[in-house]
């Protein structure tokens, strides 16, 4: 409640029953609080359940606690820069495909469609494969009808094609989440009322003005929590790169488990890590939403 | 004869599947002349504004604008440059107002001159606070469109379009989304303009306005044109049986 | 690789009668865990089929209608390979028929198998990290660790010009540990002689040696993987080489979780000397030839399992 | 356009413009297939280019044909079943967890936030690790405490902690997506306009009866599309339970590729694969949505 | 003194967050009485309708409805039978109809029937045949609400209130939504209502008809009750300033 509103509005004759008003706000007040610790309760009996879960295990805390730092330094670092960069060219991805999903262009409806089918088809572990083991094959087969074509530019083309762990993963991530995420775009774009499309038709401007000054500007607020929760699923999906031998969270904490034999004791750890990536990015999420919702505040 | 009208519409066709809606509409619209649309729900009153500033593509007919004329056949797309400078010269109100949400009152005024005409910004926030002052809103200037009651924003979307300076103002029930206490000032602003001689094509159910504002009233039913005459003919002695049919129910809950 | 051997005892391997006896008096016949394999009938191994030629599953493979293994379970007709072998061997001498489950490597030698499995035959080297969760029987083979480079090298000559480059090997194994002069293996002086190796791990062995066929240097330098291993990818058209001598052996033995409801001890003692037995006879020689064409086995019949001290 | 349609409608004149209606309508039709042809040109193109990518890499096209049966007959059965027993339960768990977060009930809205928070925040992989090896850990614990106490009912229950691969497999999958369909389900419930629950409510239906009687059956058509998104990921993620020996598509691909050291081969039939059950499954949907609109159609 | 009231509103507030919208409101409603209540946007003309029926909790206050009399104060629940009790004497219309789209029309008049009051299938459904009958909708008892007419759906919405055989129905604005021609076709139905003696209380905007058939009219203002009266007497001649200024504006554009 802002505060605003706790004082009678401006020229009015102040409300007889003003502290009517404040008791019962009070009053809902505390029932809120009453709520929320109630709910806190619930979550600590829950969160007591698991620590009895860990006990019953017999879990090696000792253990979590002396390569807890390094793991997470070092896992957490690559997993957040690998999120953060696939979000990135996800988001540009999924724009584009939806443009054209929305368009009336046939290549452009073809090659989204084609995207969105074989990317969301298809799973991204074999992507990763394909774009790390595939690719290269081609950049040699690429070099060597260079060499017979007597073309030796293709050579230099064919060595783009090999690509190191990271952009292979950051480009897998970002193919695999971007046609997730085209279907989502479309559909935020075609939840903008269509009035908006005719208002600004009507004043004159073109279809591409439309999209651009009335339309993506709307439709941000709307997919920004849908970005959000592809981000937190996208962080535990980059812990396929690991294959390739980055060293993000869950490759560090399935080597750590490895070789001393703690598999629980590291699978939980980094089950954790996750978790406050997780709850970390919802918040960044909804104070981004909020930011965002300025326009739509009375 | 009159000089060469503003607007002419000649044989205007719209299918919609194997739906006709309309069936073969003419009128014209002087320079400066009022010209009020009623009919019942479904008769066609949207599609055929609509199909004047080219937000529906016509199936068929001619449609002329000021000096751009378009015809329009089965099968043959509208030239964008045509539409273009008809949409320049038309200005229109939803019911639903379509104001910008996420632009404020004198962005949204402003955006077809900066976006459309390219007019420098200080410019154009000039034209657009001469147009906000006329609506009376001009200290709502900074304000986001969610802060405004309906009547407010209706005005806002009328002055959006003025700026844009059309020959034509068209309205598509301006007033059905306002509660009936606030419908008075947008309908105030409506009439002001005619005063001044803007050329207008209404949709509206409020009969008394219609009565009041407009130089010519055309019934409007499945598609046709069924009857269109002088305003106080047309409301106290309907010729056609279809008129009346559709005034008199309206006439004996509306009138106090 | 190891040197190859004529075994002492030419015999063909006799089917030995089952002493239902447990060895251990001491322990109720409940509670222990031979005599409850015994009286089920069949023995649960676990072998993931990723590893070939030590297991690798059958195409379009008939299942034998007079099976004793429960429908989720493999038989030894869908699985082949040199541990799916010798566990249907160890089976047989026991009296049992062997059924397979096929969980993967970690949950193997996670232990805790919560009797879902009573051994694994999975090729599984003896680590002091691994002696925490399970039991060794006698190794029933070794495997040795060998350097590979792409066939285009010419600088590397040995396996110590490899120090401070970038070499490939599965995460978290031996390999990994070998780089990292972490290894210990139970029985056996290692010889660190790669030092400040810049380490590339791999989900598995495969991919580290598909990523050092691309080019000599274009991702690594070189992979430490098993012998075996490496040559079969060389045999299956990749450019590579190996690079000098193995740097070390593995002892390879069957492991047996220390948390099975039962007491496993007397269990493990009979697989000991049911291997020891197929090393003896020259059972265990015979299937190394088959599969490898070389003697991978005397040095782990030699192993001394009582220095593991379980 | 239905039959109907296409004749004028009864008791009105007939329209002496009908001929108009029906060359528009053909010149629409054939606008329309234009489009399509166009299109699936498009994606003709692309499959080109993705088949010359293959031929690139050199791959083994007769090696596919000659395994492809026997891995899609063995794999694809268990991904399928394994997958429709999952959606099941999580749908289920979802519905339970989307009322209990919309709930007023302290208690219910605690475990379900608490549910959607830790399934949704750890990643699938590490669950399933936990639920195959940890529960069984906790039931030997709870057999031991039962002899100790004297309590010989806790062994059995004990024994219900150890469960199969695919027990397993199916209790992750239903938690993991259940947590994330919660949110979706309840946005779906939450988009059931407020004139519904009024209506019923005034009529004097319980909060229950509401729900059941009125907003559920409207619910369930908003959120069909997304079940069948959520069915589709699924059945790429199924394959996460082949850790635990399930020989499903990606497990039976990954052994036959290991065996003739035939990855990439095998990656793309297993792709190919899934491709085709994603077709399938948006096919499926669209008809039980087709079906459920029935109510909503003039 | 009239008979004991059927409905009786006392000293009843409501606050939402810190605004005050209902400002201790006061009335009574016999039987066979209809009261129409008139106000600007805002004034809190639904929060009172919806107070009555604890579609909204009452801050403060007492309400009697029939023989169920439920005292409100800030922070006691209400008692869930006697919200039940009061539910079930009193029947609710809403402008936007709230029909249930996924119920046929007989499906939607026989809901409350079957699951609330557990009346076997075919009892229930000729009691529903009965008022939809009577709202003249019969021919469409197996249609899904989709394909009926604005003016059709609130003629079901109605007939399902009436098949719970109510003591007192609440209009909300019943004719809000609809086009001006199909308003007649739902104000008919609500007017042989009063004829046959129903008690009812009527938000509406459509002066004519309030004055019609009203038994009294009441004027809210900023949650008050400004003044209420005859309809003939209020219209003509409202007495309070603020009234004057309410009706004023919309007797000018709604007179033909
Ligand atoms: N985009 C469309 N697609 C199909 N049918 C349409 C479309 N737009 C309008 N129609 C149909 O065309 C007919 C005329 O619609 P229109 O909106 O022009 O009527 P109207 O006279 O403006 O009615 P109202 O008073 O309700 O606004 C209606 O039957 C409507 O269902
Ligand atoms: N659930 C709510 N939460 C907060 N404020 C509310 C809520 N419902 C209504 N209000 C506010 O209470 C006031 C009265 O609303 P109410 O709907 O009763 O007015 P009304 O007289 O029915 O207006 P209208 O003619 O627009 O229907 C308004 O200021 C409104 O914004
Ligand atoms: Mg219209
Ligand atoms: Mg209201």
Not at chain 3, 250 to 269: G, M, N, R, W
Request: charged share 20%; aromatic share 10%; net charge negative.
């Amino acid at each position: 409640m802002a505060v605003e509103a706790l004082s009678p509005p401006v020229g009015q004759p102040p409300d007889p029953d003003y502290q009517m008003g404040l008791d019962l706000m009070a009053f809902q007040q505390k029932q809120r609080r009453i709520l929320s610790i109630k709910i806190a309760v619930v979550w600590l009996v829950l969160l007591g359940f698991v620590i009895s879960f860990l006990l019953f295990i017999e879990f090696d805390f000792a253990y979590v606690v002396e390569n807890a730092w390094f793991i997470i330094k070092e896992g957490a670092k690559w997993t957040i820069i690998i999120s953060v960069v696939s979000i990135f060219f996800a988001t540009i991805l999924a724009l584009l495909g939806a443009l054209g999903r929305l368009s009336k262009n046939s290549i452009a409806l073809g090659i989204s469609g084609f995207y969105v089918s074989l990317f969301r088809g298809t799973p991204l572990l074999i992507q990763i494969y394909v774009i790390y083991l595939g690719l290269p094959q081609v950049g040699k087969s690429l070099a060597l009808l260079g060499a017979s074509l007597g073309l030796p530019f293709l050579s230099t083309v064919g060595d783009w094609f090999i690509l190191t762990p990271i952009q292979s993963g950051v480009l897998a991530l970002s193919l695999n989440y971007g046609a997730y995420m085209t279907e989502i775009f479309r559909a935020g774009l075609q939840s903008i009322h269509h009035g908006q499309n005719e208002a600004a038709v009507s004043l004159g401007l073109s279809r591409w003005q439309t999209i651009r000054r009335v339309i993506l500007p709307q439709a941000v607020r709307i997919i920004i929590p849908d970005i959000g929760n592809q981000f937190i699923a996208m962080q535990k999906d980059s812990s396929l790169v690991s294959i390739m031998g980055v060293w993000e969270l869950t490759y560090m904490a399935n080597r750590m488990a490895r070789k001393d034999i703690k598999f629980m004791e590291m699978f939980l750890l980094a089950a954790a890590a996750y978790w406050v990536l997780t709850i970390i990015s919802s918040w960044l999420e909804g104070l981004l939403e909020k930011r965002l919702s300025h326009a739509y505040e009375r | 004869m009159n000089a060469k009208p503003l607007i002419q519409v000649e044989n205007l066709h719209k299918w919609f599947g194997m739906l006709h809606v309309l069936r073969g509409v003419s009128f014209t619209v002087q320079t400066r002349e009022v010209l009020v649309l009623i009919g019942r729900s479904g008769s066609g009153k949207s599609t055929m504004l609509r199909c004047v500033n080219f937000l529906e593509e016509p199936s068929a007919g001619t449609i002329q604008v000021g000096d751009v004329v378009v015809g329009c056949n089965p099968g043959v797309q509208p030239d964008d440059k045509d539409i273009l400078a008809v949409r320049l010269q038309t200005g229109m109100v939803f019911q639903e107002f379509n104001l910008f949400p996420h632009m404020t009152v004198i962005q949204n005024v402003i955006e077809g001159l900066t976006t459309v005409k390219k007019m420098p910004k200080d410019k154009a926030v000039a034209f657009g606070e001469k147009y906000l002052a006329k609506v009376g809103l001009l200290e709502k200037r900074d304000v986001f469109p969610i802060r405004l009651s309906g009547g407010q924003k209706q005005r806002v979307a009328i002055a959006r379009s003025l700026a844009m300076e059309p020959k034509v103002m068209l309205f598509d029930e301006p007033t059905s989304a306002l509660d009936p206490e606030l419908i008075g000032e947008v309908l105030d602003v409506i009439r002001e303009l005619a005063y001044e001689g803007m050329s207008m094509i209404i949709v509206t159910h409020e009969m008394g306005f219609a009565q009041d504002v407009g130089d010519r009233v055309m019934y409007l039913e499945n598609g046709i044109i069924v009857e269109e005459g002088l305003p106080p003919e047309m409301f106290k002695d309907p010729k056609d049986p279809r008129t009346k049919n559709f005034l008199e129910p309206i006439k004996k809950y509306h009138t106090l | 690789g190891g040197g190859a051997e004529t075994p002492e005892e030419t015999q063909p391997p006799v089917e030995q009668p089952i002493e239902t006896q447990p060895t251990e008096p001491a322990v109720a016949p409940a509670e222990d865990k031979l005599a409850e394999v015994m009286a089920r009938g069949i023995l649960i191994v676990s072998s993931d089929p990723a590893y070939p030629p030590q297991s690798e599953l059958v195409p379009n493979a008939v299942r034998p209608a007079d099976t004793k293994c429960a429908t989720d379970q493999k038989t030894s007709a869908e699985l082949q390979g040199f541990d799916i072998d010798v566990s249907v061997e160890i089976a047989k001498r026991l009296g049992l028929e062997a059924c397979f489950v096929t969980p993967d490597w970690t949950l193997i030698t996670a232990g805790n198998w919560a009797d879902r499995w009573d051994l694994s035959v999975g090729s599984m080297t003896i680590t002091p990290e691994r002696m925490q969760n399970l039991f060794f029987s006698q190794p029933y083979y070794t495997t040795p660790a060998a350097f590979f480079v792409h066939t285009d090298n010419t600088s590397f000559t040995q396996p110590s010009d490899l120090s401070g480059k970038k070499i490939g090997a599965c995460t978290g194994c031996t390999y990994d540990a070998y780089l990292s002069k972490t290894l210990s293996i139970p029985g056996e002086e290692i010889n660190f002689i790669v030092d400040d190796a810049v380490f590339s791990g791999y989900e598995t062995d495969s991919f580290a040696l598909d990523d050092l066929a691309l080019g000599d240097g274009t991702r690594l330098d070189a992979v430490l993987t098993a012998q075996p291993t490496g040559v079969q990818a060389i045999q299956s058209g990749k450019p590579l080489k190996q690079l000098g001598d193995p740097v070390y052996f593995e002892y390879l033995a069957a492991a047996i979780d220390k948390a099975h409801s039962k007491d496993p001890t007397s269990f493990v003692q009979k697989l000991t000397e049911v291997i020891q037995q197929m090393h003896a006879d020259g059972t265990l020689l015979g299937l190394s030839q088959k599969y490898y064409g070389l003697d991978l086995t005397t040095a782990a019949g030699e192993f001394d399992v009582s220095l593991l001290g379980q």
